[in-house]
């Protein structure tokens, strides 16, 4: 027990440094920072249990308050102390199973949590964040377009009078362009989020993996479902939008969260149709090329797949080998 404490207090610190230092030095340097921030945590709870990454985000948000101020330290708690605490719990959580089923490890007898509930979590977590970030940036609608506004000339404003032959960006046209940055901001905001934690999330299992400590067996992804209520939340926020004032700001970032959890439904669906295809491995790194290069609309196209599957079961009706066995977690060191 006291190894635990000690791990997620050095989690913790290692986390502060990253999170503080994601504000300093070059640009690339900033990017991968922000990035690997929740990691720590992550491996914290993965590999000595949740209550480790409590202790790492307690210990974490204690070391930003000595070291910054009690806001930069509100800010550290919210994100991603707290999100990575319930992330954490989620991955580790389970049950006694009452019979066979995709989410139980047959070896233990034990039904984990499944996949696609933690994607959802993730999503709604990432609205709940992208939310709080707009309130503050502007605690009230002036405020939050002013700073949109400021955003919006020093990004856009240098490179519309480079393509536009020297022309000026009229005030016309940068007020469109703040129109438009005031609602996709929160919903890009969410998804940049929600692909950070997430991702951490993976690199975390595949690091315990390897060193035999993740608690619970790598789950099939590629089968992952998502509950029945999942396309009326996106629905819901998708109309929300059309609502003035913070209610749309706020359905904007759900809405940017859901569609991406559904963009990741659609390449589930995807890795698992095309198992056992001799053409599988070219497939899918097109396909993840394209979607670097065409993310937006390539993307929309995978999310309708996601939303599909949900209708008519796409991964039902085709033939797929299944995924490959996998030993069980060594948790014996």
Same mark, same amino acid.
């Given at each position: 027990?006291?190894?635990?404490?000690? $791990?997620?207090?050095?989690?913790?610190?290692?986390?502060?440094?990253?999170?503080?230092?994601?504000?300093?030095?070059?640009?690339?340097?900033?990017?991968?920072?922000?990035?690997?921030?929740? =990691? %720590?945590?992550?491996?914290?709870?993965?590999?000595?249990?949740?209550?480790?990454?409590?202790?790492?985000?307690?210990?974490?948000?204690?070391?930003?308050?000595?070291?910054?101020?009690?806001?930069?330290?509100?800010?550290? /708690?919210?994100?991603? /102390?707290?999100?990575?605490? @319930?992330?954490?719990?989620?991955?580790?959580?389970?049950?006694?199973?009452?019979? %066979?089923?995709?989410?139980?490890?047959?070896?233990?007898?034990?039904?984990?949590?499944?996949?696609?509930?933690?994607?959802?979590?993730?999503? /709604?977590?990432?609205?709940?964040?992208?939310?709080?970030?707009?309130?503050?940036?502007?605690?009230?609608?002036?405020?939050?377009?002013?700073?949109?506004?400021?955003?919006?000339?020093?990004?856009?404003?240098?490179?519309? #009078?480079?393509?536009?032959?020297?022309?000026?960006?009229?005030?016309?046209?940068? #007020?469109?362009?703040?129109?438009?940055?005031?609602?996709?901001?929160?919903?890009?905001?969410?998804?940049?989020?929600?692909?950070?934690?997430?991702?951490?999330?993976?690199?975390?299992?595949? @690091? *315990?993996?390897?060193?035999?400590?993740?608690?619970?067996?790598?789950?099939?992804?590629?089968?992952?479902?998502?509950?029945?209520?999942?396309?009326? $939340?996106? *629905?819901?926020?998708?109309?929300?939008?059309? $609502?003035?004032?913070?209610?749309?700001?706020?359905?904007?970032?759900?809405?940017?969260?859901?569609?991406? /959890?559904?963009?990741?439904?659609?390449?589930?669906?995807?890795?698992?149709?095309?198992?056992?295809?001799?053409?599988?491995?070219?497939?899918?790194?097109?396909?993840?090329?394209?979607?670097?290069?065409?993310?937006?609309? $390539?993307?929309?196209?995978?999310?309708? =797949?996601?939303?599909?599957?949900?209708?008519?079961?796409?991964?039902?009706?085709?033939?797929?080998?299944?995924?490959?066995?996998?030993?069980?977690?060594?948790?014996?060191?």
């Amino acid at each position: 027990m006291r190894g635990n404490y000690l $791990i997620g207090f050095a989690a913790g610190i290692v986390t502060a440094v990253v999170f503080l230092s994601a504000t300093t030095g070059s640009v690339p340097m900033r990017v991968l920072l922000f990035l690997l921030t929740p =990691l %720590p945590l992550f491996l914290a709870g993965f590999g000595w249990g949740w209550g480790t990454t409590v202790i790492a985000a307690i210990a974490g948000t204690l070391a930003t308050a000595v070291l910054t101020t009690v806001q930069v330290a509100t800010i550290f /708690a919210i994100s991603p /102390a707290i999100p990575s605490i @319930i992330l954490t719990y989620l991955v580790t959580l389970n049950r006694p199973a009452t019979g %066979p089923g995709p989410d139980v490890d047959p070896n233990t007898r034990l039904e984990w949590y499944p996949v696609g509930r933690i994607v959802v979590w993730a999503a /709604a977590i990432s609205g709940v964040m992208a939310l709080i970030a707009m309130v503050l940036i502007g605690p009230d609608l002036d405020t939050l377009r002013q700073e949109v506004k400021k955003l919006v000339e020093t990004v856009f404003k240098a490179q519309f #009078e480079s393509i536009n032959g020297g022309k000026a960006l009229s005030d016309a046209d940068l #007020e469109r362009l703040v129109d438009v940055g005031m609602y996709i901001l929160p919903a890009a905001t969410a998804l940049s989020w929600m692909l950070t934690v997430l991702l951490n999330l993976w690199l975390a299992g595949r @690091i *315990a993996l390897a060193s035999g400590r993740l608690p619970r067996p790598w789950p099939d992804i590629p089968s992952m479902r998502f509950p029945r209520f999942t396309p009326l $939340i996106l *629905a819901v926020a998708s109309l929300a939008t059309f $609502i003035p004032g913070y209610v749309a700001l706020g359905a904007s970032a759900f809405s940017g969260a859901f569609y991406f /959890a559904y963009v990741l439904m659609g390449l589930a669906v995807i890795h698992y149709i095309t198992r056992g295809q001799p053409w599988r491995s070219f497939a899918l790194w097109a396909l993840y090329v394209v979607l670097l290069v065409l993310s937006t609309g $390539i993307s929309v196209l995978i999310a309708l =797949l996601g939303l599909v599957e949900g209708i008519v079961s796409i991964r039902g009706r085709a033939k797929s080998l299944p995924p490959p066995p996998r030993p069980p977690p060594d948790n014996s060191s």
